[in-house]
């Protein structure tokens, strides 16, 4: 006998909630779960699952542009927003109700409901319903960050917006340059809009390789796509049938409308979690362990609200192992190590592992392959698009420590070397493998020049803080 309602109460039915919901019932807990907007979260509603889709529409321009080099005639290309937006729609709601019928088929009681955490025990349903939990699990992800604070900030879109706009802007403003922003410009772009970014920074995709980041913004560049670096909005003003933009420059943009891609914060506003004891980060975030628990031992997090790695499969993985540690009597931690990740430009990035930056500044000797080529397709088409992949290497022990690729197919890629690199492949791994021709990935395993080797110089007697010697290019 037990005087709680459930076993677990999940707060949040997105990635990291619906896992853990399930395999806890699975494993014989009684749950319930909330969710205050709709079954799947952002990824199967306003994130991955849309954005992708999006991204397949975009690229049939550039499949009916190509196509006439290979000989065909293609009549003229028209693009229906509306229609996407209703087939979208159609696929969405078609998989919200998949993960609601998998929720129920487990066991797991649904509730559509807002739902606010009163004690370390008890949640407060948006009826004002109380419910004694066990153990809470937040999983309530995370929210776009309404920056930068400007007179007219109300006029503008995120990305949650986004997706379902009555009409295609034909004119567009995004403000950042995380993969969101140029995700967003790379597919508007080719559906025909005219496409801006502003951002504070001076290059696009903070935090990837400083290479893949220059080829991203010189592809973009390339489709059209207006750069503001080191420039702000300072106020945005509606106009005759638009918005107006005033960039710190002194420049003003005329757009349709403004998409702000500044961030996402952790969303645990007005939840209750300060009430309960729970401790939260700067931003927000809740403060867990390996384990996904936080400081009061009856409530976990998992997810984007804990900070940690913000991206779907390290929501779910999150979600599984706290239920398997909780409730499956499996301890099991999630290893946030070799998480590969893409963006979905096109050409699109694929990365895994360290970044050249990265690796010179944990490694006393790093080796760089780099390969930058026409693929063949682009021989007929006539596309100046290039493909480059970098492999980086520490060059003490021939251990691959990161793969970045720009080009057809670099998601799927670096997918699969996440494997290689996980297992902690060297490059004369790479080396013994036979390439499959013709394509474009032989060329990671027939890369034999180093293009470039950077040593820390050892520390002599004379030397004593190696930390300060130079790195020497060779
Ligand atoms: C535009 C965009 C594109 C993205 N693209 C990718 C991608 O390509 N690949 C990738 O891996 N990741 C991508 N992400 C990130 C990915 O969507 C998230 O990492 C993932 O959804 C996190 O899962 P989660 O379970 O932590 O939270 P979420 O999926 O956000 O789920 C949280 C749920 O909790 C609900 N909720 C919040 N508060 C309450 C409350 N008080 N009561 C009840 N319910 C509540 C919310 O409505 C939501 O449904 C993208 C995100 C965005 C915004």
């Known amino acids: 006998m037990t005087d709680f309602d459930v076993d677990l109460f999940v707060v949040g039915a997105g990635s990291g909630g619906v896992r853990a919901a399930r395999v806890a019932a699975g494993h014989g807990a009684r749950v319930a779960i909330a969710e205050e907007f709709r079954v799947g979260g952002t990824c199967v509603i306003r994130g991955c699952v849309p954005k992708k889709l999006m991204v397949y529409a975009s690229r049939f321009r550039d499949e009916f542009e190509d196509a006439a080099g290979f000989g065909w005639t293609i009549p003229e290309m028209a693009f229906d927003w509306p229609k996407l937006v209703a087939?979208?729609?159609?696929?969405?709601?078609?998989?919200?109700?998949?993960?609601?019928?998998?929720?129920?088929?487990?066991?797991?009681?649904?509730?559509?409901?807002?739902?606010?955490?009163?004690?370390?025990?008890?949640?407060?349903?948006?009826?004002?319903?109380?419910?004694?939990?066990?153990?809470?699990?937040?999983?309530?992800?995370?929210?776009?960050?309404?920056?930068?604070?400007?007179?007219?900030?109300?006029?503008?879109?995120?990305?949650?917006?986004?997706?379902?706009?009555?009409?295609?802007?034909?004119?567009?403003?995004?403000?950042?340059?995380?993969?969101?922003?140029?995700?967003?410009?790379?597919?508007?772009?080719?559906?025909?809009?005219?496409?801006?970014?502003?951002?504070?920074?001076?290059?696009?995709?903070?935090?990837?390789?400083?290479?893949?980041?220059?080829?991203?913004?010189?592809?973009?560049?390339?489709?059209?796509?207006?750069?503001?670096?080191?420039?702000?909005?300072?106020?945005?003003?509606?106009?005759?049938?638009?918005?107006?933009v005033h960039l710190t420059s002194g420049l003003q943009l005329d757009v349709n409308q403004v998409m702000l891609a500044t961030g996402r914060l952790p969303h645990t506003r007005g939840l209750g979690l300060e009430r309960a004891g729970v401790t939260l980060d700067s931003v927000g975030a809740v403060i867990v362990d390996d384990f996904s628990r936080s400081n009061v031992n009856s409530i976990y997090a998992v997810g984007d609200v804990t900070n940690r790695l913000q991206l779907t499969p390290i929501a779910i993985r999150e979600g599984h192992a706290f239920a398997d540690t909780v409730f499956g009597g499996k301890t099991t931690a999630v290893d946030h190590a070799h998480v590969p990740t893409a963006v979905f430009t096109t050409p699109e990035l694929g990365a895994v592992g360290l970044t050249e930056t990265q690796a010179r500044e944990a490694c006393d000797c790093v080796d760089v392959y780099q390969a930058s080529f026409r693929p063949l397709k682009a021989t007929l088409s006539g596309r100046t698009e290039k493909t480059m992949m970098k492999i980086v290497v520490d060059g003490r022990t021939d251990v691959v420590l990161g793969v970045h690729i720009l080009g057809e197919g670099a998601a799927e890629l670096a997918?699969?070397?996440?494997?290689?690199?996980?297992?902690?492949?060297?490059?004369?791994?790479?080396?013994?493998?036979?390439?499959?021709?013709?394509?474009?990935?032989?060329?990671?395993?027939?890369?034999?020049?180093?293009?470039?080797?950077?040593?820390?110089?050892?520390?002599?007697?004379?030397?004593?803080?190696?930390?300060?010697?130079?790195?020497?290019?060779?």
């Open 87 to 244: 087939a979208k729609e159609r696929e969405i709601s078609r998989l919200s109700a998949i993960y609601r019928t998998n929720l129920e088929k487990a066991g797991v009681a649904m509730i559509d409901s807002r739902a606010e955490i009163e004690d370390p025990n008890t949640i407060i349903l948006g009826d004002g319903r109380r419910l004694g939990a066990k153990t809470i699990l937040v999983a309530t992800g995370g929210t776009p960050v309404l920056e930068p604070d400007i007179p007219g900030r109300e006029l503008a879109i995120t990305s949650n917006e986004v997706f379902d706009l009555a009409v295609m802007p034909q004119r567009l403003l995004i403000v950042g340059a995380g993969y969101i922003s140029v995700e967003f410009a790379s597919i508007f772009t080719r559906l025909g809009s005219k496409v801006a970014i502003a951002s504070r920074g001076e290059n696009v995709l903070r935090g990837f390789d400083d290479d893949m980041r220059c080829g991203v913004r010189d592809a973009l560049v390339e489709e059209g796509v207006e750069m503001h670096f080191s420039h702000l909005p300072t106020r945005i003003e509606k106009i005759d049938g638009g918005l107006r």
């Open 415 to 474: 997918q699969v070397l996440a494997i290689a690199i996980r297992l902690g492949a060297k490059k004369a791994d790479f080396d013994a493998t036979i390439a499959v021709h013709p394509t474009s990935a032989e060329e990671l395993v027939t890369m034999r020049t180093r293009t470039a080797r950077f040593e820390r110089a050892i520390a002599g007697p004379e030397a004593p803080d190696a930390v300060d010697a130079e790195f020497l290019e060779g």
